[in-house]
């Protein structure tokens, strides 16, 4: 076999640790065996019936050609409608541009602000791909820790103290993944005023911004014109819709960035899938009941998912105030046989058939992160086995 040799570039990348877990998960499962998943990091639900019917008309309509790299002009005229109904700020269309996924809006983002070293603050713990897409960029990640103590919401002078002249933006997450941590408005204020102070890029991935639990979220945008004009916000369909496989995201930010990301996207994957899109806008567009019905089931699994984890020795948990995930702290348990949050994720797996994820992905180590969007079987039963495969490493 010819050995070609891949670019530096590519190398860079490591094999996602969480398709890892979930690719053994599934194949344990195809062997017959009766794993229960906490893995995923997409709701259970099929996407609502009336957004798969404008799909479909979609198709029988014609939407099935090359759009413009920016997005239909239904589906940005529904943005527009959603940003100053929703978010508190208005936007131009040519502040808007829809991509394959908030995942690609973020990548393009990068690209398009980055030159090589050029700092991008994270705050751990993380959504990994972030890292990955700022080293891919050219850039240099440099991670500020958040701690359960504070419902890991960074100190503004942390941030204040992690500056430098070659800091180029932050990437915030709120409400985050993994740890459900969600930033107040005076948080997200100061935050903004540094961000001002140092000319600094605000890039806000607002992927969560519907799935809150006693918590309301805001915008970055909707302080005002000096921050909208350093704020690339980051939202899509994919969580708050159960459109995961649709892969349709968006961003708002300057019309020069907005252009910039056009342009680049334009010579990688041109427009997202256009009848998709079309789904995209009639979710945007969806009565809300589609929307406080999944939260409402979100909220009663989180509840049943506290009390079970609150009754296990030696774990502790913070509250989500937001997405759909427990980040619980096992450290407890990792003075023993097992060492490591790895070692125990692929020990849950192996002996007790659950599969979550290790925190140090997230650069959380000696934490397990588990998805509650799944069904409350699965949660009751899932956490009795983590309880007694616990008890039983002790
Ligand atoms: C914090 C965060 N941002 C963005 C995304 C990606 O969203 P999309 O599926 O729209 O690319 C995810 C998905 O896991 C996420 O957790």
Redesign the pocket.
């Known amino acids: 076999m010819v050995q070609t040799e891949l670019s530096s570039r590519c190398q860079l990348i490591k094999p996602s640790p969480t398709l890892a877990m979930t690719a053994k998960a599934r194949e344990m499962q195809a062997e017959g065996i009766n794993v229960l998943s906490f893995a995923a ?2 709701p259970d639900f099929n996407t609502p019936e009336p957004i798969i019917e404008a799909a479909k008309k979609a198709l029988d309509d014609g939407f099935t050609k090359y759009a413009p790299s920016r997005g239909l002009p239904l589906l940005v005229e529904s943005i527009q409608r959603k940003t100053s109904g929703e978010n508190g700020f208005d936007c131009e269309k040519n502040q808007i541009v829809v991509s ?7 990548f393009n983002s990068l690209q398009v602000l980055l030159n090589e070293g050029d700092e991008v603050l994270l705050f751990a713990p993380f ?1 990994m ?1 972030y890292a990955d897409q700022v080293v891919l960029a050219g850039g240099k990640p440099v991670i500020i820790p958040t701690t359960a103590e504070t419902g890991y919401c960074p100190h503004p002078d942390q941030i204040r103290a992690a500056i430098t002249p070659r800091t180029r933006a932050m990437i915030c ?1 709120t409400p ?2 993994p740890t459900g941590g969600a930033w107040d408005i005076n948080l997200i204020k100061e935050v903004a005023e540094i961000a001002i102070r140092n000319n600094i890029t605000i890039i806000s ?1 607002e ?2 911004e519907k799935l809150t639990y006693n918590h309301v979220h805001v915008s970055f945008s909707s302080l005002g014109k000096e921050v909208a004009e350093r704020t690339i916000t ?1 939202l ?4 708050t819709y159960s459109m ?1 496989g649709w ?3 968006f961003s708002i930010s300057t019309p020069a960035i907005a252009t910039a990301m056009a342009n680049y996207q334009d010579q990688v994957t041109s427009n997202a899938t256009t009848f998709a899109q079309v789904g995209a806008a009639a979710a945007l567009d969806s009565d809300p009941a589609l929307v406080s019905g999944m939260l409402q089931a979100f909220t009663e699994r989180r509840e049943l998912g506290l009390n079970l984890i609150r009754h296990i020795p030696g774990l502790s948990v913070t509250d989500p105030k937001g ?1 759909f995930y427990f980040f619980i702290n096992v450290a407890n348990h990792l003075n023993g046989k097992l060492t490591t949050d790895i070692e125990l994720a692929n020990h849950l797996l192996e002996k007790a058939h659950i599969a979550t994820i290790p925190g140090s992905v997230f650069h959380g180590p000696g934490h397990l992160r588990l998805s509650y969007a799944t069904n409350p079987k699965t949660i009751t039963e899932g956490l009795a086995r983590l309880q007694t495969a616990l008890a039983d490493l002790t």
């Open positions: 990091g997409e394959c996924g908030a995942k690609h809006s973020i959504w791909t997450n985050s993944n991935d992927i969560y980051i899509g369909v994919s969580k995961t892969r349709i995201g997405a």
